[in-house]
């Protein structure tokens, strides 16, 4: 039997959930998995490490590269390495002095190391990912980094209808005002190569969960990325996420898919995966899946718990079906 080539797009723990659920339907569906991964975050380790040696910001990609990281015991302690952060040093805190290497994790160090010795950031990742034993490829959207700026309306809560341009994946993730439009720069970064390749090859593309502005709209900025979306023979699925984030307060379930729409008008989309608990108002969102062409799959794919995540194992649960359909 031939793979299901699947190609799942986003960064930050959305991805993640969305590749911990894709494994768990490899045994039954035999999928191919990539993950192409946004390369815009300036906040954390990735963005000391961005601003002060340049390349590309590694903690989205380390995050899915754990999260298709193998089932051998040698593997699963590289992986729990990788996530491992560095706590201030003791002695430095008590002198007062700076750690360099506190708030870092091993991981993006690592990730960071590989790639000045590659000169290649898919290299890199492809080397990773065989220390991991991943079960799936690991791509950037670009291999160069990018910025996003938003213009924000309400940014300052004291002048709720003043409009102004934030810049930067963290500035725009936690703002608590609306934002009206967003932008990469450089405007049309150059897209990974092999990523355009994945795309184009794919049975399915699959966008979501994450953080809607700063994960996964940005894929749909880059020309060449968003050409072959809208080009490529798969089927599209969109996952929606289970809660508003401080970058999306105010926006529904049905304006998450209509900015879909509004940055890639050419996109159409043949399901849309909710919880079924986290749809307030069905008709509206299945109004707005159809507006897009797809059909709207409620499942019960939250954590048990109440709180807002994804449980992978429901997640891939509910995955299995519509990926397996028409094979």
């Known amino acids: 039997m031939i793979a299901t080539r699947?190609?799942?797009?986003?960064?930050?723990h959305g991805l993640s959930a969305s590749l911990r659920a894709?494994?768990?339907?490899?045994?039954?569906?035999?999928?191919?998995?990539?993950?192409?991964?946004?390369?815009?975050?300036?906040?954390?380790?990735?963005?000391?490490?961005?601003?002060?040696?340049?390349?590309?910001p590694p903690g989205d990609l380390r995050q899915a590269l754990v999260a298709l990281a193998g089932d051998h015991p040698a593997t699963r302690r590289t992986a729990g390495l990788f996530q491992h952060r560095f706590a201030a040093a003791a002695r430095l805190v008590g002198e007062g002095a700076g750690d360099p290497l506190a708030g870092h994790a091993v991981g993006n160090l690592v990730l960071h190391g590989l790639m000045e010795l590659a000169g290649d950031p898919v290299?890199?990742?492809?080397?990773a990912g065989a220390m991991?034993?991943?079960?799936?490829?690991?791509?950037?959207?670009?291999?160069?980094?990018?910025?996003?700026?938003?213009?924000?309306?309400?940014?300052?809560?004291?002048?709720?209808?003043?409009?102004?341009?934030?810049?930067?994946?963290?500035?725009?993730?936690v703002t608590t005002g609306r934002?009206?439009?967003?932008?990469?720069?450089?405007?049309?970064p150059a897209a990974c190569a092999e990523a355009v390749a994945a795309v184009r090859g794919a049975d399915w593309l699959i966008f979501g969960p994450g953080s809607w502005f700063t994960s996964?709209?940005?894929?749909?900025?880059?020309?060449?990325?968003?050409?072959?979306i809208v080009?490529?023979?798969?089927?599209?699925?969109?996952?929606?996420?289970?809660?508003?984030?401080?970058?999306?307060?105010?926006?529904?379930?049905?304006?998450?898919?209509?900015?879909?729409?509004?940055?890639?008008?050419?996109?159409?989309?043949?399901?849309?995966?909710?919880?079924?608990?986290?749809?307030?108002?069905?008709l509206a969102v299945e109004r707005a899946a159809e507006s897009l062409g797809a059909r709207l799959v409620l499942a019960p794919v939250a954590v048990v718990d109440g709180t807002?995540?994804?449980?992978?194992?429901?997640?891939?649960a509910a995955l299995v079906p519509v990926l397996g359909a028409d094979r």
């Open 132 to 173: 991991l034993g991943a079960v799936g490829r690991v791509l950037p959207m670009s291999c160069q980094p990018v910025d996003i700026e938003a213009r924000v309306r309400g940014a300052d809560p004291a002048y709720p209808d003043e409009v102004r341009a934030l810049r930067g994946q963290h500035q725009v993730a």
């Open 22 to 56: 894709l494994r768990r339907c490899v045994p039954e569906l035999d999928l191919d998995i990539t993950a192409v991964v946004t390369v815009g975050d300036d906040g954390g380790s990735s963005g000391r490490l961005r601003a002060e040696r340049g390349g590309l």
């Open 6 to 12: 699947v190609v799942a797009f986003g960064g930050g």
């Open 123 to 127: 290299a890199a990742l492809d080397h």
């Open 308 to 316: 807002p995540r994804h449980d992978p194992a429901a997640l891939g």
């Open 216 to 228: 996964v709209l940005p894929h749909l900025l880059v020309p060449e990325l968003a050409d072959a």
């Open 179 to 188: 934002v009206e439009a967003l932008r990469l720069t450089p405007a049309a």
């Open 231 to 282: 080009s490529s023979p798969a089927r599209r699925l969109v996952t929606l996420n289970l809660v508003a984030e401080k970058e999306t307060l105010g926006l529904s379930l049905a304006d998450h898919l209509d900015t879909l729409r509004r940055y890639l008008p050419e996109l159409r989309v043949d399901v849309v995966l909710a919880d079924s608990k986290a749809v307030a108002d069905p």
